[in-house]
Protein backbone atom coordinates (compact mmCIF):
# COMPACT_ATOMS: atom_id res chain seq x y z
CA UNK A 1 0.00 0.00 0.00
CA UNK A 2 1.35 3.43 -0.74
CA UNK A 3 1.02 6.06 1.90
CA UNK A 4 0.96 9.58 0.96
CA UNK A 5 2.54 12.40 3.23
CA UNK A 6 -0.69 13.91 4.25
CA UNK A 7 -2.21 10.07 5.42
CA UNK A 8 0.78 9.54 7.36
CA UNK A 9 0.31 12.81 9.39
CA UNK A 10 -3.36 11.99 9.53
CA UNK A 11 -2.87 8.99 10.51
CA UNK A 12 -0.63 10.19 13.40
CA UNK A 13 -3.62 12.80 14.49
CA UNK A 14 -5.16 10.76 16.69
CA UNK A 15 -4.23 8.19 19.32
CA UNK A 16 -6.95 5.65 18.43
CA UNK A 17 -5.93 6.08 14.55
CA UNK A 18 -2.10 5.30 15.63
CA UNK A 19 -2.20 1.75 13.81
CA UNK A 20 -4.14 2.12 11.41
CA UNK A 21 -1.67 0.59 8.12
CA UNK A 22 -1.04 -2.14 10.67
CA UNK A 23 2.33 -2.92 12.61
CA UNK A 24 3.81 -4.22 9.82
CA UNK A 25 3.52 -1.72 7.20
CA UNK A 26 6.21 1.51 7.90
CA UNK A 27 4.87 4.85 7.62
CA UNK A 28 7.92 6.13 7.10
CA UNK A 29 11.09 5.91 4.30
CA UNK A 30 13.33 3.06 5.63
CA UNK A 31 16.53 5.03 4.72
CA UNK A 32 15.32 7.95 7.84
CA UNK A 33 18.44 8.31 9.73
CA UNK A 34 17.48 8.57 13.65
CA UNK A 35 19.66 8.64 16.71
CA UNK A 36 18.50 8.36 20.12
CA UNK A 37 19.87 10.65 22.71
CA UNK A 38 19.45 9.78 26.21
CA UNK A 39 20.66 9.83 30.00
CA UNK A 40 19.89 11.53 33.19
CA UNK A 41 18.26 14.84 33.42
CA UNK A 42 20.32 17.31 33.46
CA UNK A 43 23.09 15.14 32.05
CA UNK A 44 23.17 18.05 29.20
CA UNK A 45 21.54 16.10 26.32
CA UNK A 46 19.76 19.35 24.69
CA UNK A 47 23.25 21.11 25.01
CA UNK A 48 25.21 18.68 22.82
CA UNK A 49 21.94 18.19 20.31
CA UNK A 50 22.74 22.06 19.56
CA UNK A 51 26.05 21.24 19.12
CA UNK A 52 25.27 18.21 16.90
CA UNK A 53 22.14 19.88 14.75
CA UNK A 54 25.11 22.94 13.83
CA UNK A 55 27.88 20.23 12.63
CA UNK A 56 25.92 17.56 11.30
CA UNK A 57 22.07 19.04 9.83
CA UNK A 58 20.26 16.62 11.82
CA UNK A 59 16.99 18.10 12.89
CA UNK A 60 16.55 17.84 17.10
CA UNK A 61 13.39 17.15 18.61
CA UNK A 62 13.41 17.03 22.23
CA UNK A 63 10.65 14.68 23.63
CA UNK A 64 10.40 16.83 26.62
CA UNK A 65 10.04 20.16 23.98
CA UNK A 66 7.66 18.76 22.37
CA UNK A 67 5.49 17.95 25.55
CA UNK A 68 5.90 21.15 27.33
CA UNK A 69 4.55 23.35 23.41
CA UNK A 70 1.26 20.51 24.08
CA UNK A 71 0.91 22.27 27.04
CA UNK A 72 0.91 25.44 26.38
CA UNK A 73 -1.06 24.97 23.15
CA UNK A 74 -4.14 24.22 25.35
CA UNK A 75 -4.73 20.59 23.82
CA UNK A 76 -7.07 18.43 25.64
CA UNK A 77 -4.66 16.43 26.65
CA UNK A 78 -2.67 19.06 27.95
CA UNK A 79 -3.79 19.14 31.48
CA UNK A 80 -2.72 15.07 31.68
CA UNK A 81 0.58 16.26 31.02
CA UNK A 82 1.24 18.82 33.07
CA UNK A 83 -0.01 16.90 35.85
CA UNK A 84 2.80 13.82 34.78
CA UNK A 85 5.92 15.98 34.38
CA UNK A 86 5.27 17.80 37.60
CA UNK A 87 5.17 14.32 39.05
CA UNK A 88 8.13 13.25 37.07
CA UNK A 89 6.60 10.71 35.32
CA UNK A 90 6.48 9.53 31.79
CA UNK A 91 3.91 10.74 29.45
CA UNK A 92 1.82 7.70 27.54
CA UNK A 93 3.64 6.97 24.67
CA UNK A 94 0.46 7.41 21.98
CA UNK A 95 0.44 10.95 23.13
CA UNK A 96 4.49 11.26 22.82
CA UNK A 97 5.35 9.05 19.39
CA UNK A 98 2.25 11.18 17.94
CA UNK A 99 3.81 13.98 18.67
CA UNK A 100 7.33 12.89 17.21
CA UNK A 101 5.96 11.31 14.14
CA UNK A 102 4.39 14.92 12.91
CA UNK A 103 7.28 16.73 13.71
CA UNK A 104 9.47 14.26 12.19
CA UNK A 105 7.19 14.23 8.89
CA UNK A 106 6.51 18.39 9.36
CA UNK A 107 10.27 18.86 9.04
CA UNK A 108 11.11 17.33 5.55
CA UNK A 109 14.54 16.43 7.14
CA UNK A 110 15.41 12.67 6.90
CA UNK A 111 17.52 12.98 9.84
CA UNK A 112 17.03 12.76 13.13
CA UNK A 113 17.90 13.65 16.99
CA UNK A 114 15.63 12.41 18.96
CA UNK A 115 16.41 13.59 22.40
CA UNK A 116 14.61 12.22 25.73
CA UNK A 117 13.18 9.24 24.11
CA UNK A 118 12.57 6.82 24.21
CA UNK A 119 12.39 7.13 28.04
CA UNK A 120 10.60 3.56 28.54
CA UNK A 121 10.00 -0.26 27.28
CA UNK A 122 6.60 1.36 26.02
CA UNK A 123 7.70 4.12 24.16
CA UNK A 124 10.70 2.28 22.30
CA UNK A 125 7.95 -0.43 21.58
CA UNK A 126 5.94 2.42 20.25
CA UNK A 127 7.95 3.84 18.43
CA UNK A 128 9.40 0.97 16.78
CA UNK A 129 6.41 -0.49 15.95
CA UNK A 130 4.79 2.43 14.51
CA UNK A 131 7.80 3.36 12.05
CA UNK A 132 10.13 -0.06 11.65
CA UNK A 133 12.74 2.36 12.53
CA UNK A 134 15.99 1.39 14.18
CA UNK A 135 18.21 3.68 15.54
CA UNK A 136 21.46 3.98 13.91
CA UNK A 137 22.73 4.37 17.76
CA UNK A 138 21.69 5.46 20.82
CA UNK A 139 24.28 8.18 22.75
CA UNK A 140 24.25 7.51 26.59
CA UNK A 141 25.18 10.69 28.19
CA UNK A 142 26.64 9.69 31.74
CA UNK A 143 26.66 11.77 34.28
CA UNK A 144 26.74 11.31 38.21
CA UNK A 145 23.80 12.19 40.20
CA UNK A 146 25.32 15.44 41.58
CA UNK A 147 26.68 16.99 39.04
CA UNK A 148 22.86 16.23 37.32
CA UNK A 149 21.42 17.98 40.43
CA UNK A 150 23.68 20.96 40.34
CA UNK A 151 23.31 21.60 36.66
CA UNK A 152 19.44 21.22 37.15
CA UNK A 153 18.96 23.67 39.93
CA UNK A 154 21.36 26.18 38.10
CA UNK A 155 19.29 26.00 34.96
CA UNK A 156 17.00 27.99 35.49
CA UNK A 157 14.18 27.87 32.77
CA UNK A 158 11.51 28.36 35.32
CA UNK A 159 10.32 24.65 34.68
CA UNK A 160 7.70 23.01 37.03
CA UNK A 161 9.76 19.84 37.44
CA UNK A 162 13.02 21.81 38.05
CA UNK A 163 12.88 21.73 42.12
CA UNK A 164 14.47 19.30 44.32
CA UNK A 165 11.40 17.43 44.78
CA UNK A 166 10.40 16.53 41.62
CA UNK A 167 14.33 16.10 40.44
CA UNK A 168 14.55 12.85 42.66
CA UNK A 169 11.66 11.61 41.09
CA UNK A 170 12.56 12.11 37.84
CA UNK A 171 16.16 10.32 38.77
CA UNK A 172 13.93 7.23 40.50
CA UNK A 173 12.36 6.66 36.90
CA UNK A 174 15.20 7.50 35.36
CA UNK A 175 16.92 4.44 36.98
CA UNK A 176 13.81 1.58 37.07
CA UNK A 177 12.83 3.04 33.44
CA UNK A 178 15.03 3.93 31.37
CA UNK A 179 18.12 2.38 32.71
CA UNK A 180 16.60 -1.52 31.11
CA UNK A 181 16.24 0.66 27.91
CA UNK A 182 19.71 1.63 27.61
CA UNK A 183 20.79 -1.86 28.86
CA UNK A 184 18.84 -3.53 25.81
CA UNK A 185 20.09 -1.37 23.28
CA UNK A 186 23.48 -2.01 24.84
CA UNK A 187 23.23 -5.76 23.97
CA UNK A 188 22.51 -4.92 20.58
CA UNK A 189 25.77 -3.09 20.54
CA UNK A 190 23.88 -0.13 20.01
CA UNK A 191 24.81 2.21 22.91
CA UNK A 192 27.87 4.57 22.77
CA UNK A 193 28.39 6.08 25.92
CA UNK A 194 30.16 8.99 27.09
CA UNK A 195 31.24 10.59 30.34
CA UNK A 196 28.90 13.69 30.11
CA UNK A 197 30.28 15.09 33.88
CA UNK A 198 33.10 16.48 31.65
CA UNK A 199 33.02 20.04 30.24
CA UNK A 200 30.59 21.11 26.96
CA UNK A 201 33.23 20.51 24.24
CA UNK A 202 35.19 17.76 25.94
CA UNK A 203 31.91 16.40 25.94
CA UNK A 204 31.36 17.23 22.12
CA UNK A 205 34.89 15.97 21.15
CA UNK A 206 33.46 12.13 22.20
CA UNK A 207 29.78 13.07 20.47
CA UNK A 208 32.02 14.21 17.12
CA UNK A 209 34.02 10.97 17.46
CA UNK A 210 31.69 8.53 17.58
CA UNK A 211 29.58 10.38 14.30
CA UNK A 212 32.91 10.01 12.59
CA UNK A 213 32.69 5.60 13.84
CA UNK A 214 29.42 5.79 11.93
CA UNK A 215 31.09 7.86 8.72
CA UNK A 216 28.56 10.72 9.63
CA UNK A 217 30.09 13.46 8.01
CA UNK A 218 30.20 17.25 9.10
CA UNK A 219 28.41 19.59 6.45
CA UNK A 220 28.70 23.18 6.20
CA UNK A 221 27.17 25.42 8.60
CA UNK A 222 25.11 27.69 6.70
CA UNK A 223 23.65 24.75 4.87
CA UNK A 224 23.14 22.90 7.99
CA UNK A 225 21.61 25.72 9.76
CA UNK A 226 18.85 27.12 7.24
CA UNK A 227 17.45 23.58 7.07
CA UNK A 228 17.88 22.55 10.52
CA UNK A 229 16.33 25.88 11.29
CA UNK A 230 13.62 26.18 8.67
CA UNK A 231 12.99 22.92 7.37
CA UNK A 232 12.57 21.99 4.36
CA UNK A 233 9.15 22.33 3.70
CA UNK A 234 8.85 26.20 5.02
CA UNK A 235 12.05 26.91 2.69
CA UNK A 236 9.71 25.65 -0.61
CA UNK A 237 7.30 27.91 0.90
CA UNK A 238 8.98 30.64 1.57
CA UNK A 239 10.67 30.42 -2.39
CA UNK A 240 6.75 30.03 -3.70
CA UNK A 241 6.12 32.76 -1.34
CA UNK A 242 8.81 35.12 -3.25
CA UNK A 243 7.65 34.21 -7.07
CA UNK A 244 4.14 35.05 -5.96
CA UNK A 245 5.23 38.38 -4.84
CA UNK A 246 7.87 38.86 -8.12
CA UNK A 247 4.90 37.92 -10.32
CA UNK A 248 2.55 40.35 -8.66
CA UNK A 249 5.69 43.66 -8.75
CA UNK A 250 6.13 42.73 -12.45
CA UNK A 251 2.49 43.00 -13.31
CA UNK A 252 2.36 46.41 -11.56
CA UNK A 253 5.48 47.34 -13.35
CA UNK A 254 3.78 46.31 -16.68
CA UNK A 255 0.75 48.46 -15.89
CA UNK A 256 3.46 51.84 -16.04
CA UNK A 257 4.76 50.44 -19.11
N1 LIG B 1 29.11 19.50 30.15
C1 LIG B 1 28.50 20.44 30.86
N2 LIG B 1 29.14 21.06 31.87
C2 LIG B 1 28.52 22.00 32.62
N3 LIG B 1 27.25 22.42 32.43
C3 LIG B 1 26.56 21.82 31.44
C4 LIG B 1 27.14 20.81 30.61
N4 LIG B 1 26.21 20.41 29.71
C5 LIG B 1 25.10 21.12 29.96
N5 LIG B 1 25.30 21.96 30.99
C6 LIG B 1 24.32 22.88 31.59
O1 LIG B 1 23.51 22.06 32.45
C7 LIG B 1 22.14 22.38 32.31
C8 LIG B 1 21.36 21.15 31.86
O2 LIG B 1 21.73 20.85 30.52
P1 LIG B 1 20.66 20.38 29.45
O3 LIG B 1 21.35 20.30 28.13
O4 LIG B 1 19.44 21.21 29.55
O5 LIG B 1 20.36 18.88 29.99
P2 LIG B 1 19.24 17.82 29.64
O6 LIG B 1 18.71 18.17 28.28
O7 LIG B 1 19.93 16.51 29.67
O8 LIG B 1 18.20 17.95 30.72
C9 LIG B 1 22.05 23.55 31.36
O9 LIG B 1 21.95 24.75 32.10
C10 LIG B 1 23.37 23.48 30.58
O10 LIG B 1 23.81 24.77 30.18
N1 LIG C 1 9.82 10.40 26.19
C1 LIG C 1 9.49 11.28 27.16
C2 LIG C 1 10.31 12.43 27.40
C3 LIG C 1 9.96 13.28 28.41
N2 LIG C 1 8.85 13.05 29.15
C4 LIG C 1 8.46 13.94 30.26
C5 LIG C 1 8.90 13.33 31.58
C6 LIG C 1 10.17 14.06 31.89
O1 LIG C 1 10.42 14.10 33.26
C7 LIG C 1 9.88 15.43 31.33
C8 LIG C 1 11.06 16.31 30.97
O2 LIG C 1 11.87 15.65 30.04
P1 LIG C 1 13.09 16.39 29.34
O3 LIG C 1 13.75 15.38 28.46
O4 LIG C 1 12.64 17.66 28.75
O5 LIG C 1 14.05 16.83 30.53
P2 LIG C 1 15.13 16.13 31.44
O6 LIG C 1 15.99 15.24 30.63
O7 LIG C 1 14.35 15.36 32.48
O8 LIG C 1 15.86 17.28 32.02
O9 LIG C 1 9.10 15.19 30.15
C9 LIG C 1 8.06 11.94 28.89
O10 LIG C 1 7.07 11.73 29.56
N3 LIG C 1 8.39 11.08 27.88
Not at 222 to 251: D, P, Q
Amino acid sequence: MVVSMKERVEATSSASNINKFGSEESLFDKNFKVVFVLGGPGSGKGTQCANIVKHYGFTHLSAGDLLREEIKSGSKSGGMIKNLMKEGQIVPSEVTVKLLLRAMLESGNDKFLIDGFPRNEENRVAFENLTNIEPEFVLFFDCSVKEMERRILNRKQGRDDDNMETIRKRFEVFNESTLPVIEGYNCKGKIRKIDADKPVDEVFENVKAIFSEFGIEEVSYKKTNIRAIMGFERIMCLIKWLSNVKKIFTKKILRYL
